[in-house]
Each structure stands twice: as structure tokens, then as C-alpha cells.
């Protein structure tokens, strides 16, 4: 048969002849001259055989533009039984396969190499699989039973596995080997999946597996036995082509609307970090603060440990001579160190705000995911719900300055992990995987993994009061499966950890002063950067800064959702996502809060763990930010029922839904220029006043409070070591920890000088203690950049040291090696 008459009878849903047969059996041929003729015997006489068993059969042998002769052999047959398919010129086994199966007119199809690398007898194991229940039996080399009597070469066994692998986690779940090239299928469903295929290559079996799985039509994986027979024609470069189709396939079964969804949360973040991302190096985010000088300092620090291999869990670069335990701080390891190669091409503006844009829609695709699979299919609803998820107010006022708590993507993947160890199906693999998981957010952020914790234990507990028979069956695998994360993840994050706690630099616990939660109002108001109802004055009077504005839902998202609440609480998932958010809410209230337009104090919930290990360094009104996917995941819930409803009450729910919403639409981050860098440090003119082991001394000493100086050294390629600076690190003999460097008497009078302008006496004993402060940093050079009070900070130098500094570069030098 022509390749033309074979996709005519198959776009006319006919095979040639009319005539059904009860199995087809489909080889697809390239150049096979010298093993089809065997194998044909083999089939022919063994299904001649099986007559009573198979009834009337055919083969179709589908030679996919050979130039030996493996069409003449088979015409040569005269067996009307034995048909030939070609096509005009050798295409891939995907077309060849195509066309066989099109051709075919079996109530049953067999697809089976040309070698028989599957003995035809293997036959019989599949026709037992196969029936009502069963769409297609398999034969596999990956499942007990399984016998492979002559292995291939050891490479490409492991390449077959890991494709496997690959192949379960991108295309068809739960099948462990695809491309076992014995497979039998019902025949209508089989030549309708080969007509929907449009891979050419080795991929086809993928694709029409994934046919099958996406029509919920049953597989069976059949244990076969199997024997590698020389002149395979799958080369070293068909890995590389099955990846590739593999890739198309699952480009091609990406929704529209996932699509979508996807490139709307990438135009909100680009939205949002509009006014730094387009010219990063040359912005800045005041509400930052200064932690956009210390975030884009960490991601220097980590990628000169990758370029210049050294411990990547500390440096003296920063509080010389004593250095900073970078476990300790929010150096976020799990992405700073993949992003170390951005950062080297292009700096570490460029790399932090990438970063953190690419970061925040990631989170969001992330929340959308968990939405469609866990909560509602619904992509409308899906959409809404991971966008508050991902750009709650909280979420935005960190985005100002935090990363670690914007970049979350890998929280809903845990959510979904410990889900799935619910469910008990594959506690093993999910409970390592989870560990897996874990592992890697410890070094995104371990305050967010707790926070999420709560979130989630909140949520258990709920759901577990609400549906206690799925809480029985539930409990087993589950905490099965988290001792199983437990001890994956434990071994891989051990050292970090261990130094993290006991290393150089370490710390207790960072102190936030007697009540750091939320007022009840907060929980009300609206941000600043609300786009319609933003005021600073009236949201920075309820939170300690534009960064930990870590409420502020408004007030019509409060009623909306209770109203939800009310309406939906037949549903255990409602009940459960209800007391999360709740929960979360009254915990984020502290140790005591007090009653709005009252005296009257009371004790919070906080009080409970305030002082326990962990949760002692927890800024406690961080854990309102769990309300975000709880309340997202409600509206989700109410606006996938509401698309089934009446017109009046589908209009009046869209708008009570737009109405809350409305207020917490996020207006881009500020941004301004940024101070240029001296040209004393910019040009390299620092170079010859320092010596080696020496440190640059910034005047006054970088700080929480003015951390600029850390900005020139990563613009200096950190070139010179600073005194002071910009992290977590202990002080006095209980190690507590604190913002910042230990205050020494000459780094407090600079800072005192600079903020008040008042300058001290400075006599004899001044200036001693200042030539052992300088002794102790190392000090090579001192350097005051014009800033405010700058002309007081001039004088005290020249009190201090003796003599007036040197304009140069656009700072003012001292050089302490004596020279002028």
C-alpha cells in the first residue's frame, strides 16, 4: 500500500479492506533485509498456530523508506496475510508506526520490533492483560517478573532508565518503561491515538501513552522477557531526539490557559519591580531601606565563593577582622549560587533583580498549580487565588526588600508533597522527595519553611476535626512518610546547619524586642502600596517599617471571605482553609495585643511559643503572610462555584469579589537613582593605601542604619575588606543576636557624630582608644564621603588622627601609614 492510500483510509476512518480481522500485528522496518525475514517467519508461524487463540490475523510490516531490500522481501511472501506499507522516504519510527496502524484492521493491534527483541510468545502474557478493563497491555523490562536474558551496553541501560524517569515525571505518570517496543492495544483506540500523534521519531510510544492516559483509557504493564539483539538502529544522537520530542510533547500539552496564567503573573511582577528592573544597576528601592546594598552584597560574596572555590559559608569580607557566618544570615544559598554566574557576567543588581521578578511569578505559577490540582480546576478561579496567593500586601512589602520571603515557589510543591503522603500510595518516593524539597528551601529560607509549617499544622488539624475518617487513614502514611523526609533531609543539611548554630560567628537568637505582632487593625487597613487606597502615614503607624507591612488584607477582603466561609461551610476544605487563616491571623497578634480604642491588653496566643527554640527569632507578625494562600485558595473555591450560578448571582458575587480586591491592587515599588559610586573606589584609586590584611574604614562604619559602603565594595569587586557592616552576628557572652557589628567606642561616637552633629571632646584617652580600634580593624585607610554632617565628622578625624585628610576621587583620605 502506498503511504497516500494509507493516510486516505485514515482520514476516512477505514482500513483498505473491509473486512476485520481480530489481530493486527504492526513491525515497523528501516533497512531490515537481513532480520525482518525471521522474524516474519517466527510471527506467521506462531499465530498460524494460535488460530484458535487469535483468530484471523494479519501483519503489516511498515517500511519506513528503506533502501535495501525490505520491501522485496515481503511482497516476495505472496502471503495476502503479510501486507506492506511505505513510505516515500525514511522519516523516523514514529511515522512508519503511523502509517502501520492506520493500515491496520485488527479488533486487536500488536506492535512489535523487527528483531523480536519481545518473543512473539510473549504474546499470550499480554492477551491474558488486556480486556474490558484494559485498553492496552504493555510489555515491560522495568516491573517484577520481568526477564532480560542478553543486557544492552551498561550506558545505554542507564540512559533507558533515566529516560524513564524523565518520561514518568513529564508525560505519562505510574509507567516505568514506555519504550519497550511490544505493546498491545484495542484496535479503534489504538488507530485513533497513532492519528492524533505527531512526533516522527522514537517518542511516538510517549505520545500515544499520554493519549491514552488523557482519555482515562486503562494501560497494563505486562512483565515480558527480553533479549537485546545486535544491529539496533537506536543511535547515541536518538537520546538527544527523544528528549527533544519529549520536550514538544509537553510544550503541546500545556493549556492555553496555564500559558496564560503563566505570562500574567511575569507581566505583574515586571509590573511591579518596573521602576528598578529595566536599569537596576543604576536604582534603587528606598522602602528597601538598606537591604538592597546587603542582598546584592550576599549574591557577590556567593558567587566569588563559586568562582573562587571557598567556604560559601562565611566570609571576613564584611565585620573584619571577625567575618559573618553567612548560614546565619539570609545569604539564601539556593539561589544565590545558581544565579552566581548571572551575577559575575553582569553584577549584582542585575542578578538580585532578575532574581527576584523571575522569583515572585515563579511563587505565583507555583500557587496556581497547587489551586488547579488540590482545590479547583477552574483556571479563572485558579488565577485569582494564586494572585493573591503571590501578591497579597504582605507579599509586597517584602518584595521591596526580602526575597526569601517573595521567592516561595518551592512552598506549594511542599503542600502538595505532604498531600500526597496522605493519600499512602507511594510513601517512600513522596517522603523522599519531600525531604528533598525541604533540604533545598532551608537554603531559600528557613523562617518561611516554619512559617509554612504552621500553615500547614493549622490546616491538619482542622481538617482532620472536620473529616476525622480521613484523619484516620490519613495519620499512618503520613507520618511514615515525614520520617522518611526527616532523614533525607537531615544528612544534607546537617553541617550547614551545625555551623549555622555553632560556627564562627554564630548566634542564639535574634532579639525583636517584647511584642513584635500585628495590631488587630493592621489586619483591616490597607498597605501603602496599595494602588487606590495606599496611605504610608496611616500603614507605617500600624507596622515597623514599609518591609514588615505584614497584614493589611482591608477590611472588604475580611467580610468577603467570611461571607464565603459562611456560605461554603458544608465543605471540610472550606472549614480547614477558614481556620488556617483565622489561626494564622490570632497568632500573628504576639504575646499580647491590645483592643483597638481600648486600654485593655490580652494575652496572645504567641505567648505559647514565643520563647521556645526557633521560634524565638520569628518576627511573630510574619505569620498573618499565611493567610495569603488560605484566603486565595477560599476565593478560588467560591468563584469556581460561582460560575455555575444564575446570572443575578453571578454578577453580584464578581463584583463583592472585585470590590475586595480592588484596594489591594499593588502600585509598582518605588524606585530612585542611585547615589553614584566615588570615583575613589569606582576607579581603583583605593589601591595603593592599602596593604595586605588591611581594611577600608568607611566613616562612619557601615551599619543597619547607613550600609552604602557595602554597595562600593561590590562595586570595587570585593576588593577590600570593611570594618562594621550589615548582617546577623552575636554579641556579649550569651551570644544574642543583633543587627550589625559590636559597637566599639570609636565606630558609636562616628555614628553619634554623624546623626547629631555634635562633636565630643576628644582628648588624649579618645585618641588612644581610636588607635586601638583602628589597630583592631586593620585599618589602612579611613574614607568619609560627602553625606549629612560630614564637616563635624572632618573635624573629629583631624582631632583623632592628627591631621586633615586628602580630597581625592570625591572622598575625603586619611592614610594611616603616615603619608599625606
Not at 345 to 353: E, Q, T
Not at 445 to 457: C, D, Q, S
Not at 479 to 494: H, Q, R
Not at 764 to 792: S, Y
Amino acid at each position: 500500500m502506498s503511504e497516500a492510500a494509507a493516510d486516505r483510509a485514515a482520514a476516512d476512518g477505514a482500513a483498505p479492506d473491509d473486512r476485520t480481522v481480530d489481530l493486527s500485528v504492526v513491525i515497523p522496518a528501516y533497512n531490515e533485509e537481513e532480520r525482518l525475514g525471521p522474524s516474519l517467519d517466527a510471527v506467521t508461524a506462531y499465530l498460524g498456530a494460535g488460530a484458535a487463540r487469535f483468530g484471523e490475523w494479519e501483519v503489516v510490516v511498515a517500511d519506513d523508506g528503506s533502501t535495501d531490500g525490505t520491501a522485496g522481501l515481503v511482497t516476495a511472501r505472496r502471503d495476502p496475510r503479510v501486507r506492506l506499507v511505505t513510505g516515500d522516504r525514511n522519516r523516523g519510527k514514529g511515522h512508519a508506526l503511523r502509517l502501520g496502524v492506520a493500515a491496520t484492521r485488527g479488533r486487536r493491534v500488536l506492535l512489535t520490533d523487527a528483531d523480536l527483541a519481545a518473543p512473539i510468545e510473549e504474546l499470550e502474557r499480554l492477551d491474558e492483560a488486556i480486556g474490558e478493563d484494559t485498553a492496552a497491555a504493555i510489555g515491560s523490562r522495568s516491573v517484577p517478573g520481568a526477564s532480560i536474558e542478553h543486557h544492552q551496553h551498561r550506558v545505554r541501560e542507564l540512559l533507558g532508565h533515566a529516560g524513564n524517569v524523565l518520561i514518568r515525571r513529564v508525560a505519562v505518570p505510574g509507567i516505568r518503561d514506555t519504550q519497550c517496543g511490544f505493546k498491545l492495544f484495542d484496535g479503534e483506540r489504538a488507530r485513533a491515538a497513532f492519528a492524533a500523534t505527531r512526533l516522527n521519531g522514537w517518542g511516538i510510544d510517549v505520545e500515544v501513552l499520554q493519549h491514552f492516559h488523557r482519555a482515562g483509557w486503562p494501560v497494563a504493564e505486562v512483565p515480558v522477557r527480553w533479549s537485546h539483539r545486535p544491529g539496533s538502529k537506536v543511535g547515541p544522537l536518538d537520546y538527544g531526539r527523544v528528549l527533544a520530542e519529549l520536550a514538544r510533547l509537553r510544550a503541546r500539552s500545556v493549556r492555553p490557559a496555564d500559558l496564560f496564567a503563566a505570562v500574567l503573573f511575569l507581566l505583574m511582577s515586571v509590573t511591579l519591580y518596573s521602576g528598578r528592573l529595566f536599569d537596576p544597576a543604576h536604582r534603587y528601592l528606598p522602602d528597601s531601606m538598606q537591604d538592597q546594598n546587603q542582598w546584592e552584597w550576599f549574591f557577590t560574596v556567593v558567587a566569588d565563593s563559586v568562582a573562587h572555590p571557598h567556604n560559601p559559608l562565611f566570609t571576613d569580607l564584611q565585620n573584619f577582622p571577625d567575618g559573618v557566618n553567612l548560614m546565619a544570615n539570609t545569604a539564601m544559598l539556593g539561589l544565590s549560587v545558581p544565579f552566581a554566574p548571572l551575577t559575575l557576567a553582569f553584577g549584582p543588581a542585575v542578578s538580585l533583580s532578575v532574581c527576584m521578578a523571575l522569583g515572585l511569578a515563579a511563587t505565583a505559577a507555583a500557587w496556581y498549580w497547587l489551586i488547579v490540582r488540590r482545590v479547583t480546576a477552574h483556571r479563572g478561579a485558579a488565577v485569582v487565588g494564586a494572585s493573591l496567593a503571590a501578591f497579597a500586601p504582605p507579599m509586597v512589602s517584602h518584595a521591596n526588600a526580602h526575597p526569601n520571603f517573595v521567592i516561595l515557589f518551592m512552598v506549594p510543591l511542599i503542600v502538595d508533597r505532604a498531600l500526597r503522603l496522605c493519600a499512602g500510595a507511594r510513601v517512600r518516593r513522596d517522603g523522599i522527595l519531600l525531604g528533598l524539597m525541604a533540604a533545598y528551601q532551608v537554603f531559600l529560607g528557613e523562617e518561611p519553611l516554619l512559617l509554612a509549617a504552621i500553615g500547614m499544622t493549622l490546616f491538619a488539624v482542622a481538617y482532620g476535626a472536620a473529616r476525622p475518617d480521613v484523619a484516620r487513614a490519613a495519620w499512618r502514611p503520613l507520618l511514615k512518610g515525614l520520617l522518611t523526609a526527616g532523614a533525607v533531609c537531615l544528612p544534607i543539611v546537617a553541617f550547614p546547619l551545625y555551623w549555622q548554630f555553632t560556627g564562627p560567628q554564630s548566634y542564639g537568637s535574634v532579639l525583636h524586642g517584647d511584642n513584635a505582632g500585628n495590631s488587630p487593625l493592621a489586619l483591616l487597613a490597607f498597605a501603602e502600596r496599595s494602588l487606590f487606597a495606599g496611605d504610608a502615614q496611616s500603614a507605617n503607624a500600624l507596622a515597623s517599617n514599609p518591609t514588615e507591612q505584614n497584614a493589611f488584607y482591608g477590611w472588604p477582603l475580611i467580610l468577603v471571605t467570611f461571607a464565603i466561609t459562611v456560605r461554603l461551610w458544608e465543605s471540610a476544605l472550606v472549614k480547614a482553609l477558614a481556620v488556617t487563616a483565622a489561626g494564622a491571623a490570632f497568632l500573628s497578634l504576639g504575646p499580647r495585643f491590645r483592643l483597638p480604642l481600648t486600654h485593655t491588653v490580652y494575652p496572645g496566643p504567641w505567648a505559647l511559643l514565643a520563647h521556645r527554640p526557633l521560634f524565638e527569632s520569628v518576627i511573630e507578625s510574619r505569620v498573618a503572610m499565611v493567610c495569603a494562600p488560605a484566603l486565595g485558595m477560599l476565593l478560588a473555591l467560591a468563584l469556581a462555584r460561582l460560575s455555575g450560578a444564575r446570572p443575578r448571582t453571578l454578577y453580584g458575587g464578581l463584583l463583592a469579589v472585585s470590590l475586595a480586591l480592588l484596594p489591594l491592587v499593588p502600585a509598582p515599588l518605588k524606585a530612585v537613582d542611585r547615589a553614584p559610586v566615588p570615583a575613589f573606589i569606582a576607579d581603583g584609586m583605593w589601591k595603593p593605601y592599602l596593604r595586605d590584611g588591611e581594611s577600608l574604614v568607611p566613616v562612619p562604619l557601615p551599619d543597619p542604619g547607613a550600609a552604602e559602603a557595602l554597595h562600593w565594595q561590590t562595586a570595587a569587586h570585593l576588593g577590600f575588606r570593611l570594618p562594621g557592616g550589615y548582617f546577623n552576628g552575636p554579641y556579649g557572652p550569651d551570644r544574642v543576636g543583633i543587627y550589625g557589628a559590636v559597637p566599639r567606642p570609636t565606630s558609636s561616637m562616628l555614628r553619634d557624630v554623624r546623626y547629631t552633629g555634635v562633636v565630643p571632646p576628644i582628648d588624649e584617652t579618645r585618641r588612644r582608644q581610636a588607635r586601638q580600634d583602628f589597630a583592631h580593624w586593620h585599618a589602612g585607610v579611613l574614607v568619609l564621603a560627602p553625606q549629612q554632617n560630614d564637616d563635624r565628622l572632618r573635624e573629629v578625624l583631624f582631632r583623632l588622627v592628627g591631621r586633615e585628610g586628602k580630597w581625592t576621587g570625591g572622598v575625603w583620605v586619611w592614610d594611616l601609614h603616615g603619608r599625606s
